[in-house]
């Protein structure tokens, strides 16, 4: 190579080195504030791992907290009014390099009900805050089954809402479908054809489940007080009713009226009754058993020392008196949902319950029925060859069950049932609502369950957000 081609390559060389320079300099200056971005959101991402962390750390102890009468006690110790700034349930709280404040607000108008747990995190220079509000003590209107020191015999049934069983869960025939939470004190059992496959789970299954409090039928006796006036408290110390004696009373509910009327145990007399608007806080009480009847657009619980039996269909009607299932017969609504045969409403037949899309009801207060009851709810043997019952049923010391005296047809539930002792809508030998059975869970018991309805002693955890960052 010559002097002059070796000058030339020097000055090409210190070119490119000079270009590539700038590029690297310009690389730099372009991608610096993306590399910085990125550090911030890692540790934006660090500082919601922390808080959640922090949530989770309250959770537990919520959950694990005994209950008295009151309420959550944990919660009730370590919370406070929003305008007091709620009460610092954890300081300083350390997750890996991060710090977690956690507060609790007590928020609801009614004390010791409904709370917000709020968890700040700070790392690296970065504020994360989560909030996440709960109601201290759910309603028994949770579940779509609860037995407390029985069995839950299941056959071939769907079942739309969440199961606890104080014993054993005994799934027979097979074909059995959950849709929600199932939990067993002392395991889940297959019988007559069924087994663990040919029955299907959707959601957590627990076969060894903790042991649930069951109220005491004290909580329903007092609940009298409550009632708004004498005409909805059906008992001789009433003064609509006084000399009454033992008294049954007999309820036809027909939208947003009632109609009552109290009777003599001993010879039926009637010794008072009473139609009009349902009552305003939504309570009937009865010291007898209970006879009702009838479709309901509003809100009502009915509650009773003694029994109570389902004599007709029980439906949710809206405003418009669109019923809130209808029944359809291959794709086509039947009328009433009574298409007057003794087919089985399966699909097999081109049969499905389902949701009315015509329904629309108040979304802040959709009719609801509570049956809260110290003895046994049952539906009677009188009752329609096809069943609806839309309720939430309660039998404190005894259980829900349809009269097996005869062989009926089909039965439909929306709602939930609570047991004592196990309850059964039909037996092997066809007698009770054997063609077919559906239990379909009211989604909307959770926010809205009925008037005065029992607590049991489990948080309901609500919605959880990113309050603030920075």
Known sequence: MKRGDRGSALAAALVLTMLAGGMVAALVLYTGPYIRTSGSFNHKLYCIYAAEAGLERARYDIASSSYDSNGNLWLMQNSDTVAAGGFLAFDDLAVGDAKIDVRIFDIGAQPNQFYRVEATSRFAGRTVTLAWELRARDTFAKYMFFVDVDDLNVGSSTVRGSVYVGKRLNNYFGGAKYYKSVEARMGIFYYSGATSSNTQYFDAVNPNAP???????????????????????????????????????????????????????????VVNQWTGPLPANGLLFSQGDVYVRGDIQGRLTIATMGKTFVTGKVRYRDQDGDLAYVLKKDGNVVPNNEDGTTRAWTSANGYEYVANSEYNPDPQAPPTL??????????????????ELHAANFCATGRWFCNLGSK????????????????????????????????????????????FYLKVDRPQWGPRWELSSS
């Open 211 to 269: 042991n649930l409090r069951m109220p005491s039928t004290s909580e329903i006796a007092t609940l009298h007080q409550n009632t708004v006036a004498p005409q909805f408290n059906v008992q001789n110390s009433s003064s609509y009713y006084s000399g009454g004696g033992a008294m049954d009373t007999y309820v036809t509910l027909n939208g947003d009226q009632i109609s009552i009327v109290a009777k003599r145990k001993t010879n039926g007399q």
């Open 370 to 387: 509570g049956i809260l009851a110290a003895g046994d709810v049952e539906v009677v043997n009188s009752a329609p060859y096809n069943m």
């Open 408 to 451: 009926k047809g089909n039965l439909r539930v929306l709602g939930s049932i609570v047991n004592k002792f196990g309850g059964w809508r039909y037996n092997s030998a066809g007698f009770g609502y054997s063609k077919s059975g559906e239990y379909i869970y009211d989604t909307s018991l959770l926010q809205t369950p009925p008037p």
